[in-house]
Each structure stands twice: as C-alpha cells, then as structure tokens.
C-alpha cells in the first residue's frame, strides 16, 4: 500500500518531529523547570516546617551555595549543603529550646529562582523569644536548593547568637 501525503502536511508533520526530537534530546538541566513546580515545593517544605515534620534544608543539593548577606556574624557563603548546617542550622538550632516555626507573608518566584518572605519566630533557650523576618531567594534545580541568598536583621540575630550558648 502507497500512501501519499500532501506536502503541506508532510513537512507539518516533519517539523513537529524535529521540534520533538529536540526537546528531548536536551539535557535535563537545560530544558527550563516549572516555576509553579518549584513554588510548590518550597511552600510544601515551608509547611513541613512550621508542623516540625521537616524543613527547607532537606531541599539543600549537597553542592547548594548559601549566601548569607549583609554583617552579621554569621554572614558569608558557604561552598556546600554541610558547610552550611554545620556552621550556622546546627549551632542555631542548639540555641533553641523550641524551634522556629515560620509564617510566610508571600511566595514569589522568576524563573528556577523562588523568593521567600516570611517570618520565623521561638523560643531560645534562655527562655527568651528569638523572631526575626527573612527573604530568601531560592534557585532551585532538578526540586532541590542549588544556591541562596538570604537576608534578615542582623542586630536581631547578633544579639542572640551571643547571648545564648549551644546546648552541648
């Protein structure tokens, strides 16, 4: 059996072929993420959070980039997911006798990139309040944190970074 097509439809169907095999032929890193996917998931680890089931930092990539911005004692950029908890989440929460629960105030995101506001609020072990107000800005990549920037009152965080001594 000879079927004939017209050619119209024949370079239609050519092109749609092209354009497929393209896309797949990308890379995964190179075709662009959803960014209602990566919202999602950073609102879902948000939520995790603020019910004590989990965190953003189970987001991190172990190569993740996070930049703490601004003067604070603990300003800097730490090179990997483990730099980053060992030196700042860990000692902080060790400060805590409970921990932060965070409130969002808005999600935005660009792109691979979410950006977070929100504030966080506990009780340290002093038994004095620890609240501070956050902006995060998160690129993610393949559902995880690849690099971040964070902002938030340094005088706030200064103040109870040396008043409280981590629970050995």
């Given at each position: 059996?000879?079927?004939?097509?017209?050619?119209?439809?024949?370079?239609?169907?050519?092109?749609?072929?092209?354009?497929?095999?393209?896309?797949?032929?990308?890379?995964?890193?190179?075709q662009?993420?959803?960014?209602?996917?990566?919202?999602?998931?950073v609102?879902q680890?948000?939520?995790?959070?603020?019910?004590?089931?989990?965190?953003p930092?189970?987001?991190?990539?172990?190569d993740?980039?996070w930049?703490?911005?601004?003067?604070s004692l603990?300003?800097?950029?730490?090179?990997?997911?483990?730099a980053?908890?060992?030196?700042?989440?860990?000692p902080?929460?060790?400060?805590?006798?409970?921990?932060?629960?965070?409130t969002?105030?808005?999600?935005?995101?660009?792109?691979?990139?979410?950006?977070?506001?929100f504030?966080a609020?506990?009780?340290?072990?002093?038994?004095?309040?620890?609240?501070?107000?956050?902006?995060?800005?998160l690129?993610?990549?393949?559902?995880r944190i690849?690099?971040?920037?964070?902002?938030?009152?340094?005088i706030?965080?200064?103040?109870?970074?040396?008043r409280?001594?981590p629970?050995?």
């Amino acid at each position: 059996m000879n079927i004939r097509l017209p050619r119209t439809t024949f370079r239609t169907i050519a092109l749609g072929l092209l354009v497929l095999a393209a896309t797949f032929a990308l890379p995964a890193s190179a075709q662009a993420q959803d960014p209602d996917r990566n919202t999602d998931i950073v609102r879902q680890a948000f939520d995790a959070w603020a019910a004590g089931t989990g965190g953003p930092y189970d987001l991190l990539a172990d190569d993740a980039v996070w930049t703490i911005t601004g003067n604070s004692l603990a300003a800097k950029t730490y090179e990997s997911r483990e730099a980053f908890l060992s030196e700042v989440i860990r000692p902080f929460n060790a400060r805590m006798s409970t921990g932060l629960k965070p409130t969002i105030r808005n999600l935005y995101s660009d792109g691979d990139t979410v950006i977070v506001f929100f504030d966080a609020s506990g009780t340290a072990r002093d038994g004095k309040p620890y609240a501070n107000t956050y902006a995060w800005f998160l690129e993610l990549r393949d559902g995880r944190i690849a690099k971040a920037f964070a902002f938030f009152d340094s005088i706030a965080f200064d103040e109870f970074w040396t008043r409280v001594s981590p629970a050995p």
